[in-house]
């Protein structure tokens, strides 16, 4: 079995939950009390179609229209999560999304669009078709998560895996770098 390194940086608006499902699946707990990220990295091993992963999960700070993107978001890091809960922070991923995919210099990126809080189920703002057809039109997978009920947690860094892999020639033991052009 090849042991292979990963980067997958949560990315996405303030306060959908992007700390709690990644602590969901590195710690298998979810915290109810709400504590902003400054920016933190877990690392986790992942079998995941006979092979395994040194995954390192960079979790940041939450992002809105002003927020610049960098090198940290960006340069190395394999694969994308997005978050969903609320229409604000569902408008947010393709405004996101472009910023990362300009700052590559690449047409598209390992991605998975994620909605979380699904056991909120009085306060969805945002259904599954046109979260779907956003995740189409922009080449990523989707998938429907609660960190609260961990429904669908694992699925994510598989989905993102997956995505990984698809762009990996080969089975070369790191991908690709984005092609960033640093100027
Ligand atoms: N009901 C429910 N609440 C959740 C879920 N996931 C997160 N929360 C709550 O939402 C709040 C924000 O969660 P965080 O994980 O800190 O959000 P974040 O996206 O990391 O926030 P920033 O660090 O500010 O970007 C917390 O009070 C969590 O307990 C979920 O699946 N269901």
Known sequence: MTSNKRRIAVLGSRSVGKSSLIIQYCQN???ESYYPTIESTFAKTVKFKNAEYDCDIIDTAGQDEFSLLNSKHAIGIHGYVYS????????????IYDKIIDFCGVANIPCVIVGSKIDLKDSRQVNSEEAQGLARDNGTAYVETSAKENTNVAKVF???????????PNNQAEPPANRCIIM
Do not use: A, G
């Not at 969903?84 to 405004?95: A, E, G, K, T, Y």
């Not at 598989?158 to 990996?168: A, G, Q, S, V, Y």
């Open 84 to 95: 969903v809960s609320s229409r604000n922070s569902f408008d947010m991923i393709q405004i």
């Open 158 to 168: 598989e989905l993102c895996l997956n995505e990984i892999e698809k762009r990996t």
């Open 29 to 31: 707990e979810f915290v």
